[in-house]
Each structure stands twice: as structure tokens, then as C-alpha cells.
């Protein structure tokens, strides 16, 4: 389909006459993540499914709503569940979620996603800050027609992960009770967990963290020249690290173990957006 701004338009129209305020920042929640969109005061909820011209969410631990409320005194919209091309959507499909946001108005979006640890000082449990990542895919979001009214044809990367965003995480980090790094996100399609041998080659070629998401709406947020941070919670070590499979039960199993204390932390980075963006 060729995507017009007028196609996103009309997502957004729908959620603005339900919703009579512009929220500050967006949240994603990755797999695992949802109990963060219990901490949302007075809130407005909305199906993806009702949304005009939005995707569906398909993986059962998502639970494919639109969350609008108050997060430590700031307005949030929260997308509790999140799209994957693993899930049959077309990388240019995936560009939609955020752009939704950018017409709502928002200032940053704050990305969080469920992942495997590469780097071998990494503990299930540990949070990494997104300071860059990695696709060997060939496929982009972006592909196809440019829509100039979000961003130019060719747009720059280098500061794709908002380097104050970043500095702001380290600083919240500091009594939240989580062991947290900086390193650089590899990647990987899915639905498969990923074979040791490819977790070898990332690790050389300077991954610390695999996954299946963040990479389309990372890009998507650079393009319309959104502050983007990213946080990355090992919920595992990734294949080959440790001489046993990986099970998506051990992944729902840290995910609900650091629920609280990261939801605790995602909060207070909110609380302190207005110190880095206007």
C-alpha cells in the first residue's frame, strides 16, 4: 500500500476525539512488560482494533491497547503490546505506531523491549540502555514512498538514541534497585530464538543484546526527528551463553520478576523528562 499522511491522519483524528489532551511522552511496552500500564492514573483506553487505519497485536502476552492517563504528573499515551514482522506485518506497516504519536503531539517516546543477553557480564534481570543497534536485515521501515510531511528521503541516524535521554536514564538509574549497562541492540526477525553461532558472530561484531522489536519504531522516530529512548530488560541469556534452551517461560517468568522496580524506573525518567526536552 502506498502510505499517505492523510492514512495516518485519520488514526489520529479517531483518537482525538476521544482523548481532549496532547500527551507528553509515549511508552512501548515489550513482551513481558505490561504490568507498567497498571501504574497509569485516570485512564483512557482504547482498542487497537478500533483504531482506523492501526494494527492489530497478535502475541498473546500483548494486550493490543492504547493506554492514555498520568505517569508521575506527566500525560502518557502507552502502547500495552507492540507489532513485529515476525507476526506477518510488513516492515513499511510498522512505521505506524509512532507516527500516530508524532500527529498526537508527543515530545519523546520511550521504547522498552524484552531481550537476550550476548554480553556474557549480563544477568537476566539487568536493564540495558539502548546507545545503538544493529540490522543486517535488508528490509527498512522507511522503504518506498517518503511521506515529506514526517521526514526527509535520507535522514541521519547518529543520534537515533537521544544521547541526553540516555544520560538521564544513567542518572534515574542510580537508586532504582537495577543493575543497568549501555550497549548496543543486535537485531534478529524471529519468531525462532536465535541459533549460538548467531549469537557468536553478534557478539563479535559488538552486540551485548539480541531481540525482535525496537529497531522499526527506532527508525521511524528518527526519521520524523522524535528524542528517542530505549531500555532493554534481560530476560535471558541469549543462545549458546549457557548450555541450555531458551523457553519463552523463562522469559514471561524475569519479566514478571522486575515488573516493579522497572515500572518505578520508567516513572521517574518521566517525571524528570522536562529537564532534557521542552
Given amino acids: 500500500m502506498d502510505y499517505t499522511y492523510e492514512y495516518f491522519q485519520k488514526s489520529a483524528d479517531y483518537v482525538k476525539k476521544i482523548v481532549p489532551w496532547t500527551p507528553d511522552v509515549a511508552i512501548v511496552l515489550g513482551s513481558c512488560l505490561g504490568p507498567f500500564a497498571d501504574t497509569i492514573e485516570d485512564p483512557i483506553v482504547i482498542d487497537y482494533k478500533d483504531i482506523p487505519n492501526f494494527l492489530v497485536s497478535t502475541v ?69 540502555i539502548v546507545s545503538d543497534h544493529i540490522k543486517f536485515t535488508g528490509a527498512s521501515p522507511l522503504r518506498g514512498h517518503n511521506v515529506e510531511e514526517f521526514g526527509p528521503r535520507f535522514f541521519d541516524v547518529s543520534r537515533m538514541y537521544t544521547p541526553e535521554l540516555r544520560k538521564l536514564a544513567w542518572d534515574c538509574a542510580a537508586d532504582s534497585g537495577l543493575n543497568v549497562h549501555e550497549g548496543v541492540y543486535f537485531f534478529f526477525t524471529g519468531p525462532q530464538f536465535e541459533t549460538p553461532a548467531e549469537i557468536r558472530a553478534a557478539r563479535l561484531l559488538g552486540g551485548d543484546a539480541a531481540g525482535m522489536s525496537t529497531v522499526t519504531e527506532a527508525l521511524t522516530a528518527a526519521h520524523c526527528g522524535m528524542p528517542l529512548l530505549c531500555l532493554s530488560v534481560m530476560t535471558n541469556m541469549a543462545a549458546g551463553v549457557l548450555d541450555q534452551p531458551i523457553t519463552s517461560e523463562e522469559v514471561d517468568d524475569v519479566g514478571k520478576m522486575i515488573a516493579g522496580r522497572f515500572s518505578a524506573y520508567i516513572a521517574k525518567i518521566v517525571s524528570r523528562l522536562g529537564e532534557v526536552i521542552a
Fill in 60 to 128: 498473546k502476552s500483548h494486550a493490543g491497547k492504547l493506554i492514555f492517563g498520568t505517569v508521575a504528573g506527566k500525560r502518557v499515551v502507552c502502547m500495552s503490546g507492540r507489532f513485529h514482522s515476525y507476526e506477518g506485518y510488513d516492515f513499511e506497516q510498522l512505521v505506524i505506531p509512532v507516527r500516530l504519536f508524532k500527529l498526537l503531539g508527543v515530545k519523546a517516546t520511550i521504547l522498552t523491549n524484552a531481550a537476550g543477553a550476548i554480553n556474557p557480564s549480563y544477568r537476566p534481570g539487568d536493564v540495558m
